[in-house]
């Protein structure tokens, strides 16, 4: 008592930390979106344009101009798997590189130390690595209206905005997993050209799997990246190869699975605290 005195007489206040930390909360996503946001040309602009590259490799380079995917333009088609695929894979890289430069400088004490719950740390994380995705989203479909080449318009809203924000959410949580499981550089980009990359392009991105063999079709309806995608595709143009309603349980689910397991290795500190 004597020293809380001390301390309030000399200007300190106590400051009491409640169910959650909203401060630090904050400051934690602060800190992840002004990370990406200092160098957005890397993190936003060069997303944008590469995925305007994919678009005129496929519609125009190869002949896709005139193609159509049933009765829909080949290039409608393609734009929003293109968008989902730019969500998938920035989301996933801001919360991957986030951890594990902080695991290799030295400076994920930085995080540990302050009252974060696990709770918080996984919430924190997700949302800068949600808000990086999202805006690499807008920045693609933003580019996609602006180019004469694409036609497009949103059918569904709802679709428009679970989808991506499942997405986002989904490869956020596998970063923060393969953040903390790897120890350098070369085992996140393994996880990234291994299983990332692999999943996004196969996965209904460039073509519909209605037009795959049996086997393959089979293949591609276990992949989780095939409904974020799918779904994504449904909310612009109102086509679909799966099942709407699977789509939303399956990316729901896999999401709880994957929002518990990492807080649970936030809660037991698995190689962060050793």
Sequence with gaps: MDMQRTEESAG???RTIGAVNWLGLWTLYVKEVRRFIKVWTQTVAAPAVTTLLFMAIFALALGGAGRTVGDIAFERFLAPGLIAMAILQNAFANTASSILIAKVQGNIIDVLMPPLSPAELTIGYVLGGVTRGVAVGLAVGLVFWAV???SLSIVHPWAVIYFPLAASVMLSLLGV???IWAHKFDHSAAMTNFVV???SLLSGTFYSIERLPGIWKTVSLYNPFFYLIDGVR???IGRMD???ALGVVVTLGINIFLWIAV???FKKGYRLKA
């Design 12 to 14: 300190f206040g106590v």
């Design 148 to 150: 004469p080449m694409v």
């Design 177 to 179: 997993l393969t953040g």
């Design 197 to 199: 990359v692999p999943l």
């Design 234 to 236: 449904f909310g612009f």
């Design 242 to 244: 799966g099942d709407i």
């Design 263 to 265: 807080h649970m290795v």
